[in-house]
């Protein structure tokens, strides 16, 4: 009997470790499908993971429809994943629903927080918490048709939205049918609105786009669409994205993020094109930052592998590899420099913006905000009402669907 106890209690002793060999612990990953060629980088940094950290299996899996949806059902019945992409226009919701783990506490001075641009992680940060880690971003730059340029006279880029005007009108016609791609959606307008002291929202997360501050930058959407007829939409010209207008020659100028380089290099490789920083409106330099963080969902099962995958992709080894190829933008300063993107021809006008960027976010309701403004704002641009009573309606319905989502 007593060799049968010391046996079982041998067993028991090594069952640990046997099981911590050969059952790793599983954490599940979810994002957006997005372009293939960064899924399978994401896919080729999460290997590099696991082979550093064979105690941890990651299950990936890409979102293709209703990504944010998807994910808010999930939290809802407690089958969200472990760590998930959050786009920073979401972040105040679901900063403000005890719904993700704050990453505060598992931070150590070696992760060296102080590597990241501060405009990137105030985007994640609420009631003293940090609730999610910047893994790239992109701000706005314009892309311009360089032959289009030579063929007009024109050797630089605009400087001034005027300039942008003036350009507009003597491009089109020309090599492009217009000299402007204008995408009407609220993300691309921000900027113009702020170059007025407009506002989106105020502290309650109420709209307020429609003062008359906002306006006067929305006003030059629309007169450079109605009066000077030197843009268009991509609806207007058959594509699917500016930057598809833009590399079809469409159209000679365009403001897009750091995503259309690759694109435009690959997919139209005969295409001359440059980039420069989005001309100043009202003397103000503006642009907006768009970025995307991991986060851990609260209710994560195994939070400390959780961590360490969070850890690493937003690390300085696991974010070079990921940022390396140019399809994003590293949210490390480190990372940055040992890349040289502040000195790449393309990607340093995107770099320079990060510093007086506005970023993407307009409250904790933001599909009410963006959805009502972006009908309202098309319908002006198509002149099928004028820009103050759309804009009224817009703030109107918003405000009323926030009311009753309260």
């Known amino acids: ?101 704050p990453l505060e506490a598992y931070i150590t001075p070696e992760f060296d927080l102080t590597d990241f641009e501060n405009s990137l992680l105030d985007s994640f940060k609420y009631q003293n918490h940090i609730y999610g880690l910047p893994k790239d971003y992109s701000t706005l730059a314009l892309f311009y048709n360089k032959k289009a340029f030579d063929a007009v006279g024109l050797s630089n880029p605009p400087a001034t939205w005027d300039e942008l005007r003036t350009y507009s009108k003597q491009l089109t016609g020309k090599l492009n049918r217009y000299g402007f791609g204008e995408n009407p959606d609220l993300a691309r307008q921000v900027y113009k609105i702020k170059a007025f002291s407009g506002q989106l929202v105020d502290q309650n997360s109420y709209a307020t786009f429609a003062s008359e501050a906002s306006l006067q930058g929305l006003e030059l959407v629309i007169d450079q669409y109605q009066k000077d007829r030197s843009s268009a939409q991509k609806s207007d010209v058959g594509t699917n994205s500016g930057s598809e207008m833009f590399g079809q020659a469409k159209v000679a100028m365009v403001i897009e993020g750091n995503w259309a380089i690759p694109y435009l290099t690959q997919t139209f490789p005969q295409l001359e094109f440059a980039t420069a ?65 502040d000195q790449d021809p393309l990607r340093s006008p995107l770099v320079a913006g990060v510093n007086y960027a506005t970023p993407w976010q307009v409250g904790q309701y933001p599909a009410a905000i963006i959805n009502n403004f972006d009908n309202q704002f098309v319908s002006a641009l198509l002149g099928q009402q004028p820009l103050k009573q759309a804009m009224l309606k817009a703030q109107n319905d918003a405000n009323q669907q926030i009311k009753a989502m309260e």
């Open 1 to 101: 009997m007593a060799i049968a106890i010391a046996i079982i209690a041998c067993h028991t002793l090594e069952l640990p470790s046997k099981l911590s060999v050969s059952t790793p612990v599983s954490i599940k990953l979810s994002g957006w499908g997005g372009n293939l060629v960064e899924q399978q980088l994401l896919k080729q940094v999460l290997l590099d993971f696991e082979a550093q950290h064979p105690n941890i299996k990651v299950k990936y899996e890409a979102i293709s429809d209703q990504y944010m949806d998807v994910i808010k059902t999930r939290l809802v019945g407690e089958a969200a994943p472990d760590v998930f992409y959050l786009e920073s226009v979401e972040a105040p919701f679901l900063m403000s629903q005890n719904v993700l783990e």
């Open 277 to 341: 920083q989005v001309p100043t409106i009202n003397n103000k330099k503006g642009t907006m930052l768009l970025t995307v963080a991991y986060v851990m969902n609260k209710q994560a099962q195994h939070k400390a592998e959780a961590w360490e995958l969070i850890s690493y992709l937003t690390g300085k080894e696991g974010m070079q590899k990921w940022t390396g190829t140019g399809f994003a933008l590293p949210t490390r300063k480190s990372v940055a420099k040992n890349l040289g993107y």
